[in-house]
């Protein structure tokens, strides 16, 4: 973020002294109009995305899962609309792949359960099988195994419609909503977003609910050994030790014992459950603000006897409206809202290259995001921490079950960079903000996103877990910005306990070629861009040889074109960190690190802002198709499409502070 106020531990030449690297004076100056022409259209272009209300908020594109199994509720709840239906099906048709088949993510291979959900969705809204859209994806579907080869919740999908078998899906009974919160295995060690969809899954696991469609839509074909001669079965390569083992034997047990005739906890159970649900929903009809659990709830409670014209079944439905985004012959859904994170980020971006935070835009964001602060509600992080008072920002419009860590360090991030320390509002907001952040440290001084202590590792080995991470563990992103706020606000390691805690966790997390590990972000980039700016505020030494280990693996993989990129493979692959083609957001990332650790003179950062300005567009954005933000790693990755705008813009803001000092934006009105 901004350093302009940070003393570096060796200070370099004043500005008036700068030339370019093995340049003239004269082509310095060139550099500098660019580099102002560049920063003056990006930020004309983001001001102009600011909604009237003063909020930012951009599509979060995903996988066409998302668009399939909002065909598939619709048709399940009774509420399918042929228009929009045929909407959808252009949409996830535009997106198959030349082989077939669908992706996770941009670039990436077909998936097989992406594109059995997409196959069965297009089906069912009467696409012929024959069209080639179809024909293909049936090849592609069947070279993988079929619908057996597919993961848990996919064929739970299926068994919702008849298309799988109810016995090939897992057993989980819903009497566990009757265990006390400090047993050993209960909801609440689940991450809240696996929480939600656990629940109601929970719930239609255990009614066995099978909604029927027309004869036409079955997709019979799709089994290569047919529908009889198939073995309905689930999940992962048993291992004959340990917590798979473990897990596979209860399942097996608790499959016996579901044949008992009489269950007399079970009503009780799905009781609990549902009012559990109903609790948890949020204003603007949403579960936790994202699709999963929204869609298994409503159809969890569907299944649970409640009709159509129930308070929280209609709120859910029209709920969605709040998630679409609709042109004049395509309709889509996105995964989940960024609205918070967006203005946050947007008005870093902003305050970087110069707007002043007198500026109209940059007031009203500030007057949202403080209108968006949780200070009234406890949600489930205070089941570990009961005495702590709320006061943190969720990612959405509306989430104050789940509050995050980094959207709440990043929005006090903004605010402190607003002079909060002259308004009453501001300062109670910081007070409460903070408070909550200490609260929400990990005992291994790391902090999560949602919750605190989520890190037992058995979890993961349940059968059904194999849609994403289940769990919510500390992470260095997080931590970072965590540690950057608590800098700006003059917290130091060697005065303050959880700063220092927070520190040794960073320290202990560096990866041995020097880099660490991003979470939310594509991967060892974004990981190093939360990183290096927490040290800087936190006034370490950048000249300590674990920084400049960070430092020489930022160089060492920047790409020809003076960009960096990394693809998502190296979540799974650590020979691909850092590797991939260059990306704006991924580049400003790098900036930001390098900047941080007081490289912003050298040549690597000069390279990556040429980079920046020569692929910018005459709008003032950039190109960006391919997916830099994380879901769960590997398994849903996500474009954010505002993170093409203000990442770079907030490289090149950082970048001209440091060599040219604080410029102010002028846009006419100011």
């Not at 668009?67 to 909407?87: C, I, N, P």
């Not at 949020?282 to 649970?304: F, H, N, R, T």
Request: hydrophobic share 40%; glycine share 8%; aromatic share 12%.
């Amino acid at each position: 973020m901004d350093t302009s106020n940070v003393s570096a531990p060796a200070r370099l030449a004043p500005v008036t002294q700068l030339r370019a690297p093995g340049g003239s004076s004269a082509e310095d100056s060139i550099f500098s109009a660019r580099l102002d022409a560049s920063i003056h259209h990006s930020t004309q272009n983001l001001l102009g995305l600011q909604y009237h209300k003063g909020y930012w908020w951009g599509e979060l594109e995903s996988n066409c899962a998302i668009q399939a199994e909002y065909l598939l509720l619709t048709h399940f709840m009774g509420v399918s609309d042929s228009a929009r239906w045929r909407k959808i099906v252009t949409y996830i048709k535009r997106r198959q792949l030349p082989n077939g088949g669908w992706p996770i993510w941009y670039g990436g291979p077909s998936d097989v359960s992406i594109s059995v959900e997409s196959y069965f969705a297009m089906k069912l809204a009467g696409l012929d099988p024959n069209e080639p859209a179809m024909t293909k994806a049936r090849q592609f579907i069947l070279s993988k195994g079929g619908v057996p080869k597919t993961r848990i919740f996919t064929k739970m999908w299926l068994a919702l419609f008849g298309q799988w078998e109810w016995s090939g899906t897992p057993v989980l009974p819903a009497e566990i909503m009757l265990l006390p919160k400090n047993s050993p295995f209960n909801i609440y060690e689940f991450a809240s977003w696996a929480r939600g969809t656990i629940v109601a899954c929970m719930a239609l696991l255990n009614v066995k609910p099978i909604c029927k469609v027309p004869d036409s839509a079955k997709i019979d074909e799709l089994y290569p050994l047919g529908r009889e001669k198939t073995k309905y079965t689930f999940g992962r390569n048993d291992s004959p030790t340990g917590w798979s083992a473990f897990f596979s034997a209860a399942d097996r047990a608790l499959r016996v014992w579901e044949m008992a005739p009489v269950k007399p906890l079970r009503k009780k159970a799905l009781e609990k459950a549902a009012a559990w649900i109903m609790e948890r929903q949020e204003a603007d009809g949403s579960w936790g603000g994202i699709q999963p659990p929204s869609v298994y709830s409503l159809m969890a409670l569907k299944s649970l006897g409640y009709s159509n014209d129930h308070p929280a079944i209609k709120k859910g439905l029209a709920g969605f409206e709040s998630f679409a985004r609709e042109t004049d012959d395509t309709f889509w859904t996105d995964a989940c809202v960024s609205p918070i994170w967006d203005t946050c980020l947007a008005m870093l971006a902003l305050q970087d290259s110069g707007v002043p935070a007198t500026h109209p835009s940059l007031v009203r964001a500030t007057e949202w995001l403080l209108d968006e602060q949780v200070l009234h509600r406890k949600g489930d992080w205070a089941v570990k921490r009961p005495k702590l008072e709320p006061g943190g920002w969720a990612f959405e419009f509306e989430n104050d079950v789940y509050p995050d860590v980094d959207d709440t360090a990043a929005v006090m991030i903004a605010l402190q960079k607003m002079g909060w320390d002259d308004n009453p509002r501001m300062q109670l907001a910081m007070e409460r903000g903070l408070k909550w952040l200490f609260g929400m440290q990990s005992k291994n001084g790391g902090w999560a996103s949602f919750d605190v202590d989520n890190t037992k590792g058995f979890v993961r080995e349940i059968p059904f877990c194999d849609f994403g991470e289940v769990l919510d563990p500390p992470t260095e992103d997080v931590t970072g910005h965590v540690l950057e706020i608590l800098g700006r606000l003059g917290y130091r390691a060697r005065t303050d306990k959880a700063t220092r805690r927070g520190l040794d966790y960073i320290k202990t997390t560096q990866k041995e070629d020097g880099s660490w590990w991003g979470r939310w972000g594509v991967n060892y980039v974004y990981g190093l861009a939360a990183v290096l700016p927490a040290l800087k505020w936190l006034d370490e030494d950048m000249r300590q040889p674990y920084i400049r280990k960070a430092v020489d693996w930022l160089e060492s993989h920047q790409n020809p074109d003076g960009g960096w990129g990394e693809d998502i493979e190296s979540y799974a692959n650590p020979a691909m960190a850092g590797r991939g083609p260059s990306t704006p957001s991924q580049t400003g990332w790098a900036l930001i690190a390098l900047i941080a650790a007081s490289e912003a003179r050298g040549a690597a950062a000069r390279r990556g802002v040429e980079y920046l300005v020569k692929t910018q567009l005459p709008t003032g954005s950039w190109d960006e198709p391919w997916f830099t933000g994380t879901g769960f790693p590997s398994a849903f990755m996500i474009n954010y499409h505002l993170y093409r705008d203000y990442w770079p813009l907030m490289a090149l803001g950082q970048y001209r502070q440091e060599l040219y000092g604080p410029k102010e934006y002028h846009d006419g009105r100011h």
